[in-house]
């Protein structure tokens, strides 16, 4: 059956339309919070941002949080997104965002405990320059 008749079905569409209104909501309220840590008016520091930036703070969402289903769509993006393997988006995460140690540690341990998972591509640079530190602290605490 070809692809168009499976998305044109009733059924299919209220599909659709429910996991969009889910991603839509978990991305609108991880933005919103790590905007919350942002050092400058988090309106204008979105407006500057680019598909990497969107991308880095929302996997650091995903992975603090343990959302699986949203880590695993925006890993769908890095491996084709070159601007990830950036020290530039950690080094402006750092510089422009406060985020507490908390939130980086709990986002350490849910990357170590994916690391294995073949279905999900963390960013390179979010792994070496962002969290290895919080890293490197959850393994020496265990």
Do not use: Y
């Not at 569409?13 to 609108?28: G, P, S």
């Not at 849910?110 to 963390?122: E, F, G, K, T, V």
Request: proline content about 6%; charged content about 20%; glycine content about 4%.
């Amino acid at each position: 059956m070809e692809s168009g008749r499976i998305l044109e079905s009733p059924a299919c569409q209220r599909l659709m339309r429910k996991t969009m209104k889910l991603l839509e909501e978990r991305i609108v309220t991880g933005i919103s919070l790590l905007l919350t840590f942002c050092r400058f008016d988090g309106d204008t520091e979105l407006g500057e941002m680019g598909l990497g930036n969107l991308l880095m703070l929302l996997s650091l969402r995903a992975l603090s949080e343990g959302d699986e289903l949203l880590m695993a769509v925006i890993s769908q993006f890095c491996p084709d997104l070159a601007p990830l393997d950036s020290c530039h988006l950690a080094a402006w995460i750092k510089e422009d965002f406060n985020i507490p140690q908390e939130l980086l540690a709990r986002a350490a341990r849910q990357a170590l405990s994916l690391s294995n998972n073949p279905a999900i591509h963390l960013p390179p640079s979010l792994l070496t320059h962002i969290l290895q530190p919080s890293v490197s602290q959850t393994i020496h605490s265990a």
